[in-house]
Every structure is written in structure tokens, then in C-alpha cells.
């Protein structure tokens, strides 16, 4: 109790005294009046929200607020669902409020935080076509454009193949796809032109064969030279003719440290004797996909290989005179290796539908 200072009135604190019933006495000329005051308990109530969600997400169902049969409040919130999509991008606090039988209330919030969808080459099956920085010529460094894995997550990424992380861990990750030739190439990380150039080059690379359901690690990389203070990727990859790689780059990721932001990849052959994929020159064949018949122009073809995509020789032209028949190849994608008279080697990509 305090006395409120007028001679008249005072204040009962029941913060201060807890649950309870509580004897309040008050005497006038030594006569006593008592009476008691019941103080109830403020509910107990905690609330527990989904992680980050997409923006485009449908709406979630709110079950994190106990005790049950409370109300959710804040942007986004309809009766127990929040929309995303109301919502909008950002971090916004939900409030959970209950009522007990005795009209007492309880709070408590916490925050979702709606984020934009990953990009669709996030994910192993929406891989980067980057055949174009392959097959150039000798010691050539061929570069990309722009990239930058800030919005990129790890969900759906493999559990193997990344042992060289210092992390043990994926944060950040782009893929990439590419089909071998032959040739050994250097890929590496480079700053180019970025602005936000990722942090201190902070890159890690894991290289597969094979197809999403069926991996195989080929290749992991994680800095280029620790000593010199390069933590860009390097590695030296001998390709095989005909077989699909499917390389993931991620940033490094430790407590007070999170590697993102932009980089270009830089791809340079390796091989001195360099097989020149046909899109970079004025070589055609056709038509592309094919039922069975290839034409070729723009070529005089000494020999001609074709492998599929699990690199394996399935068939040989020796000295074609402009046409190759491979209707007794089952439908997929094979890779051609053209042969010419001048020592010139091309390789193409080909679908057989039938």
C-alpha cells in the first residue's frame, strides 16, 4: 500500500504482492475494517513462429501460440494465418494475445521474416548453361558476366562432395552446368567488374558428373592460396569427352561472417592441341534436334566421334562426306568431336529425339 500523499486515498500495487488474496486493514480511531483483495495470475503465453518464408508462399497456419485459443495480430495476420504475400517483403512482428477465464491477458510476439524465392538456378536441375566459356582457344581466359549469390540458399543442395569446406557447410550456393570436351580447364572466381565484389573473394567450389538424382564428386576447392591471402576458387579440371559436370559455388560462412555478393567465373583451356566448340564458329549442323540424319557445313570432317553423356564412345564416322546417320542411336543428348583434315578439332551438342 502508499499513500498517495492527499490524506484521502492510497494505492495498492499488486505487481508488487503476486497471486493471492491479500488482507487489506484500515483503521480509523483504532477501530479496524479488513478486507481481502484477490490478485490473479497473469496468464503464461509464449508464441513460436515459422522460420523465413517466401514472399510468394501460400499463407501459413499460426500454432505457435500458447496456451491455445488465443488471437494473432499484425500485418499480414487473418484470424490464425498470415499471407506473405499481404505482408510484403521484410521482417514483421506478430503479437499472440490470450485471455483467460478470469478476463486476464498475456502477450507475447515475435517476428517472421518474408524473403524473395530463391532464383531457379538455386537448385541442382536449374543449373547454368556455361558451355559458351569452354572450348576456346589455348590459354585464353574466358570470362562471365556478373553473378551474385546474395538471395541464393542451399535448399535441395547434395550432402556430400564439399569436404574441402572449411565450413562443412552450404550457404549461398549457384550451380552451373557444363559438358567436357576433352580439355583440362582452370576455373577460378575473379572480381571483374563487381562492385560488390563478395566478400574477400570468399568462394567454394564442389564439382559433380552425372545427373541431380546421381552425383558423383569429381572436384572441391575452397581457396587458392591461403598464404598469399586468395580465398578465391582454383582448381584444374581434366574433362572427360562427353560427360555432363555439374558445379556448385558457394560463399563461406562462419559466426560474424557470411561471403556474399558478386563475382565472375573465369575459365581458361588448358590444353595447348584445343577443341573448339562449333557455336564460336561459322559450322552448322543440322537440324538439331534430330530424328536420326545430321548434315554438316562449314566443315570438311576427316572423322567424326560421338559420345554420350556418360562419355563413352557410341559411334564413328571416318571421312563422312557431309551427312551422319545415327537413327540406330537411342533418343538423348551425345556430343559430336569432329576431326578435320588441317588438325582442327570441334565438338557440337546434339539431341536425338527419337
Known sequence: MTDDGNGTTFSFAPQET???????????????????IQVLAVPDVSLTLPGPITVNDTPVILTGGMPGGGIYS?????????????AGLGTHTITYTY?????????????????????PDNFCDGANDINSLFGQAYNTPQASGLWDNTEYT???????????????????TIWYTFTGDGNTYSIRTVQCNAVNYINEGETQVAVYSGDCDNL??????????????????????????????????????????IADGEFCLEITNLTPDAVTDIQRTSIHIFPNPTEGK????????????????????VAKFEQPVGELDISNLPAGVYLLRIDTKNGTKYSARVVKNK
Not at 499484425?74 to 499471407?83: E, T
Not at 557445313?297 to 564412345?313: F, M, P, S, T
Request: hydrophobic share 30%; proline share 7%; aromatic share 8%.
Open 294 to 313: 545430321l548434315s554438316l557445313n562449314g566443315v570438311e570432317a576427316y572423322r567424326v566421334d560421338i559420345h554420350d553423356w556418360l562419355g563413352r564412345k
Open 216 to 257: 558423383t564428386a569429381v572436384a572441391c576447392n575452397e581457396d587458392e592460396s591461403t598464404s598469399t591471402g586468395l580465398f578465391n576458387i582454383y582448381l584444374e579440371l581434366p574433362t572427360e569427352i562427353g560427360v555432363n559436370y555439374l558445379m556448385m559455388i558457394d560463399g563461406f560462412e562462419e559466426p560474424g561472417f
Open 99 to 119: 485471455t483467460d477465464a478470469n478476463g486476464c491477458s498475456g502477450i507475447a510476439s515475435g517476428t517472421i521474416t518474408v524473403k524473395n524465392p530463391p532464383p
Open 18 to 36: 503476486g497471486p493471492g488474496i491479500h488482507i487489506i486493514s484500515y483503521t480509523i480511531n483504532g477501530v479496524p475494517a479488513k478486507k481481502g
Open 154 to 172: 542451399s535448399d535441395g543442395d547434395p550432402a556430400m562432395g564439399y569436404e574441402c569446406f572449411d565450413d562443412e557447410g552450404l550457404q549461398h
Open 74 to 86: 499484425g500485418i499480414g495476420i487473418s484470424g490464425d494465418s498470415f499471407d506473405p504475400m499481404e
